[in-house]
């Protein structure tokens, strides 16, 4: 069974950073797409960023440039540096994942993974 195990959420001003780490108990870690999703307070879920298994990335526009997002195929991990924090970024943040070929990145829509873990939050104050 896949599980997932974020960790790193906190509180911070505006401008500072956080840094979100998942744990992915999978094999073949390399095969899954990874991606980060986050759903502000009376929206939908978003995404953040995707990491294919080669690690090719993706991120939604506003995040680019201040986000980063990296994985450790060798340690099954996942994390998400976040800078320049703003209080719109203000979030529950969860990891997501989904076995692809290749490990290649299916969408951004939430339907396109298939195991999430439990949510960290982040909060960012003006």
């Known amino acids: 069974q896949v599980r997932l195990v974020e960790s790193g959420g906190g509180s911070v001003q505006a401008g500072g950073s956080l840094r979100l780490s998942c744990v992915a108990s999978v094999d073949r870690y390399s095969s899954y797409c990874m991606a980060w999703f986050r759903q502000p307070p009376g929206k939908e879920r978003e995404r953040v960023a995707t990491?294919?298994?080669?690690?090719?990335?993706s991120y939604t526009d506003s995040v680019l440039g201040r986000f980063t997002i990296s994985r450790d195929n060798a340690k099954n991990t996942l994390d998400l540096q976040m800078n320049n924090l703003k209080p719109e970024d203000t979030a529950p943040y969860y990891c997501a994942a989904v076995l692809t070929p290749s490990g290649a990145c299916p969408g951004d829509r939430p339907y396109n993974y298939d195991t999430w873990g439990q949510g960290t939050q982040v909060t960012v104050s003006s």
């Open positions: 990491i294919r298994g080669s690690g090719g990335t």
